[in-house]
């Protein structure tokens, strides 16, 4: 019975967004906590007149005291909760992809929008990768990956641990196998009919950038001839450009000497090599200090926003960006142009682009409006899974 768990009560005047479904209960809302609460405690979240709302996992150590997973009051965070939590978001993915290869490589569960807050798990081929980004959550992680394992059954799960979680969450978890043998290195995928080499263990995030599947392949067919791929990583963007588009040359910059091998490495699997080069160089001022002029030019910077404090500096620094980009473009050149801080609303973001262009003096046109690919889904209660922004966009 939800009665029987402990009760954190609201202020006045905050209750309605958990009403609605919002599944971070931040701190500054909580008016009353029961004393001897543990981390990963079972709760249930009440108004400030003592009605209930939700059900959710208590964390003292993070902003965010209570992450809310079930609103069916009658309905305990339980073994079979999880797991049915878990099949979910996997036949999700299975009517996403239809095609063996494609589930193959994915991103299997993304955290809220799967309505399990604080787990990512992604797949490439026999193996998996698990983010787990909730201490509250992780206290349920063995039951979790025995699922996953029980499921999928993959020949190995490797744990990747996020920057600064044990500073936001006090995290304790580290890299490192979680059941079966360890990710091979190299591990292959194939994705957009292009082949990738990944490194799970020591890649960024989860070894893949798997969010811009769709826009890569949408950037291709506007991109033609001389292409500049800014924060290349391991060469999504380049090599898309040159398979499904009419680039006949593009030049990678990332500041990442093992993001270039990958990038070359990529080239050659796919011969491309000969119409691409990488440059291990800081992107920016790559941008700002090279003569050349492109007829493409491809942004997909770092998070520059991690909370809301970080707002302000974002936009400051997406604008240093596209007015460095538009200033290389020729007349008619593609920019497209990226933003992976979810704090920063789409409309935000045009705006950048918007004052970019004011200042460049360009004219600039929006062809495109993208975010997300589908495995990234976004919850209708929680915008802030809503993270990615991909802007296509003619300037002239």
């Known amino acids: 019975m939800s009665s029987d768990l402990p009760r954190i009560i609201l202020k006045p005047r905050r209750s309605q967004p958990f009403f609605t479904g919002h599944p971070w209960v931040f701190a500054g809302a909580i008016s009353h906590i029961p004393e001897g609460l543990k981390v990963g405690d079972e709760v249930v979240l009440y108004s400030h007149e003592k009605k209930a709302i939700a059900r959710g996992l208590y964390n003292p150590d993070s902003q965010i005291r209570v992450r809310l997973y079930s609103w069916n009051l009658d309905q305990p965070l ?162 898309n450009a040159l398979k499904h588009g009419r680039a006949t040359h593009v030049t990678g910059v990332d500041s990442s000497g093992g993001a270039i091998q990958l990038a070359q490495d990529n080239a050659k699997l796919n011969h491309l090599e000969d119409r691409c080069e990488f440059v291990d160089a800081d992107a920016l001022k790559f941008l700002t200090t090279t003569d050349r002029m492109f007829d493409g030019i491809i942004l997909d910077p770092p998070k520059f926003a991690r909370g809301r404090k970080g707002i302000q500096r974002a936009m400051k620094a997406y604008f240093k960006w596209n007015v460095a980009a538009m200033s290389r473009l020729k007349p008619q050149g593609i920019l497209v142009t990226c933003s992976c801080s979810g704090m920063v609303s789409f409309e935000e973001f045009a705006e950048v682009i918007r004052d970019a262009a004011a200042e460049t003096g360009r004219f600039v046109r929006i062809l495109e409006t993208r975010g997300q690919a589908a495995d990234h889904p976004v919850s209708a209660f929680c915008p802030e899974s809503s993270y990615l922004k991909c802007l296509i966009c003619s300037v002239e």
Not at 81 to 110: H, S, T, V, Y
């Open 78 to 239: 339980d073994d079979d909760f999880w797991r049915q939590r878990l099949i979910g978001a996997i036949e999700l993915r299975r009517q996403m992809f239809p095609k063996e290869n494609d589930i193959r490589a994915c991103r299997l569960i993304f955290s809220e929008a799967d309505g399990i807050s604080g787990l990512t798990v992604d797949r490439f081929g026999d193996w998996l990768t698990v983010q787990i980004t909730s201490e509250a959550l992780a206290t349920r992680s063995e039951f979790l990956i025995n699922q996953l394992d029980e499921l999928l059954s993959p020949l190995g799960i490797w744990l990747r641990t996020e920057k600064g979680m044990k500073e936001a969450e006090g995290m304790t978890m580290q890299d490192g196998l979680l059941r079966g043998d360890p990710p091979p290195s190299p591990l292959y995928i194939v994705e957009n009919e292009l082949d990738y080499i990944i490194n799970v263990q020591e890649g960024q995030k989860t070894g893949f950038y798997y969010d811009q599947r769709d826009n890569r392949l949408a950037a291709a067919k506007y991109l033609q001839g001389d292409v500049l791929d800014v924060c290349c990583y391991s060469g999504g963007f380049t090599l």
